[in-house]
């Protein structure tokens, strides 16, 4: 039944590729949730090539699938056949599929070692979601079935698996796999992209930006330093890091922090990128201090330590942070509606030549996109 | 503000070239700039620059010089030795890298790293500069770098600075950050590695932001007799009035020791 196994052999022969580096970030946001076509998003993260090899890139696009709103939607690569049959096995038991299908591609010569490629919009079953209620919510139970997958079925990984968002994609350059998923033909309201220069880990396509989980999604520019204790961190709360790259704690910190502990993005920018002891030291008013102090104790492991510039987002925000000393670029502007950031301004400059304003976000701090503010 | 075209471009008799550069890429754009002066072009205009890299980079000649309306991208003027290079608007990152002569005058705000091991020439920005502006410039010889900022600096001010003059003014600070609108001049451990050359800041500064290899004393009259000098210069392109710059007085920050890890490594 099985395929042969294309896929795993690219992923080998990157293993040798060590290149110091940095990756291109952009995301686009309309705070009033209007869609917009995905081509500004391509022509912004487009406009930054020279910051990637052509060994991975991706988009993340939100309000795609308004027909299925109410279904969770998985994005699956798989790099066999079988992989597919046996996901498909275990989703079927949980879920109800309304629809499944292959995810529309373009044929781009360019592109090798294509995987399988699918998106199913499903629910979880009534009566699964009864015998699990007691111990799990609807999102912590899809994302116990992703972790499944991705650690348990061979060859296949998910990419994203939210509602009414998709991510999309591989290994390529931006304009490749941008043409290759078609992505100026989807309407979303907040769109982020990834140009990569894969350093530390191998160019896979389940190691292209963006990561995601449930409706989160993280593209990152940078490394990080203390993937070892922030996997272990993750592990007590039943993250399993499966994907081989730094930046996949990033998108499961997020989600313990923001949905499973219900901090806001401030708090988590200085529990992430928490400042030193020396400038929390300074700080005048007692009780700012006293906060900063007891959330370094508490969270201590869950400090993103290395260089790092991300752009984090879910149905209702979209977030650029930078590492405590700002070791990667990050550039923000607004223009009436719309949220901008990216690595490189003119990134922005070429899809919105006038901006309101621009500016370059500090160190640690959050810049911060709200739906409906 | 918008800078004029022909304003300060002062060799108006030489060959001028007009450079439209949409959609070209860094290459393509840069062979061409090194094409028309090739063609004995001096004054090279470009047009809808937006984020092409390696301008300028390793560009000869003192009577040179390039005007850019748009964005450029990053490592603008590297090693450039000699020509004047104008920013209608904002500048990226590491502009001036390892720079060796020349000029560049950016009437935004320019990103990280600006002059990063510069040892020539001088960098006037308007607007405010990220963070670790002057890292590792030096000066040698009769060659002496300046960096001329007149907004505010992100932190790592002249981290491990070895030479030169770093200038942070602090007076068109542009607020338009929502985050963090802050009133500070410059951010957190400024000078932090420095071992040589000089910083001045206009105005007041909390001491606990300075790093460790730095100390503080009050500018000496020949100190300030190269800060009026440079200032000429830097008032006279974004029309300012120097005067009135001066009536705050600034702190000279310059490092206590030469080696300030000669004791760390043992040999």
């Known amino acids: 039944m099985s395929s042969p196994n294309i896929y795993q052999s690219c992923r080998k022969e990157d293993k040798e590729y060590h290149i110091p580096s940095g990756c291109g970030i952009s995301g686009i946001m309309n705070r009033q949730g209007k869609v917009f076509s995905g081509e500004a998003i391509y022509h912004s993260i487009c406009n930054m090539t020279e910051r990637g090899n052509g060994l991975g890139s991706g988009f993340a696009a939100y309000g795609i699938y308004p027909e299925f709103k109410d279904c969770c939607c998985f994005h699956i690569m798989y790099e066999t056949a079988l992989a597919q049959q046996n996901t498909e096995e275990y989703l079927k038991k949980v879920f109800n599929l309304k629809h499944s299908e292959p995810i529309p591609t373009e044929k781009v010569t360019r592109l090798k070692f294509i995987p399988l490629l699918w998106r199913y919009f499903a629910q979880v079953k009534e009566e699964v979601l009864k015998t699990h209620q007691e111990k799990l919510s609807e999102e912590d139970f899809i994302m116990k079935c992703v972790m499944d997958i991705n650690e348990k079925v061979s060859n296949a990984f998910v990419f994203s698996s939210g509602k009414n968002m998709g991510i999309f994609k591989g290994v390529g350059n931006p304009d490749e796999i941008g043409e290759f998923y078609r992505i100026p033909e989807y309407q979303g309201y907040i769109w982020t992209a990834h140009n990569r220069f894969p350093t530390n880990t191998v160019g896979w396509w389940g190691g292209a930006h963006p990561f995601g989980i449930l409706d989160w999604s993280v593209v990152h520019n940078g490394e990080i330093s203390s993937y070892g204790t922030n996997r272990h961190y993750l592990e007590n709360f039943g993250y399993h890091c499966t994907l081989f790259t730094d930046t996949e704690v990033m998108t499961y910190l997020f989600d313990l922090l923001v949905r499973r502990h219900h901090l806001d993005f401030e708090v988590v920018g200085n529990i992430l990128a928490a400042p030193f002891w020396s400038q929390i030291e300074r700080i005048e008013d007692e009780q700012t201090r006293e906060f900063l102090k007891t959330l370094r104790i508490i969270y201590g492991s869950a400090l993103v330590n290395g260089p790092f510039a991300v752009i984090v987002a879910n149905a209702k925000y979209m977030v650029g942070l930078n590492d405590r000393i700002k070791l990667r670029p990050l550039v923000a502007a607004s223009k009436s509606d719309f949220l901008y950031i990216a690595s490189e301004e003119a990134a922005i400059r070429k899809i919105c030549p006038n901006a309101d304003k621009v500016w370059m976000p500090k160190a640690g701090e959050p810049t911060i996109g709200k739906l409906g503010h | ?267």
């Open chain 2, 1 to 267: 503000m918008r800078y004029k075209d022909t304003e300060d471009l002062k060799i108006k008799s030489t060959k001028t070239a007009k450079i439209e550069a949409k959609d070209l890429s860094y290459k393509t754009l840069n062979e061409k700039i090194r094409e028309a002066l090739k063609n004995g072009c001096k004054k090279i205009v470009l047009d809808n620059v937006c984020g092409q890299r390696y301008i300028g980079d390793g560009l000869r000649g003192n009577d040179v010089q390039i005007l850019i309306k748009g964005v450029p991208g990053n490592n603008l003027a590297a090693f450039m030795d000699g020509p004047k290079i104008i920013v209608q608007e904002n500048a990226q990152d590491g502009i001036g890298n390892t720079m060796n002569a020349g000029e560049i005058v950016v009437h935004g705000h320019a990103g990280d790293i600006a002059g990063h091991s510069m040892r020539g020439g001088r960098i006037f920005i308007k607007g405010d500069v990220g963070y670790r502006a002057g890292i590792h410039m030096k000066a040698y010889k009769n060659l002496f770098p300046v960096i001329i900022a007149g907004g505010t600096c992100g932190d790592f001010l002249g981290e491990y600075m070895a030479g030169g003059l770093l200038v942070v003014l602090g007076i068109t600070h542009n607020c338009t950050n929502p985050t963090s609108c802050s009133p500070e001049i410059v951010g957190d451990f400024v000078g932090t590695g420095m071992h040589g050359g000089m910083i001045l800041i206009r105005g007041r500064l909390d001491t606990r932001k300075l790093g460790r290899e730095v100390r503080i004393a009050p500018p000496s009259d020949e100190d300030i007799s190269i800060l009026t000098a440079h200032l000429k210069d830097f008032c006279k392109y974004f029309h300012l009035d120097r005067e009135r710059i001066l009536e705050t007085s600034f702190i000279k920050l310059y490092p206590y020791t030469h080696r300030p890890y000669g004791k760390v490594y043992a040999y």
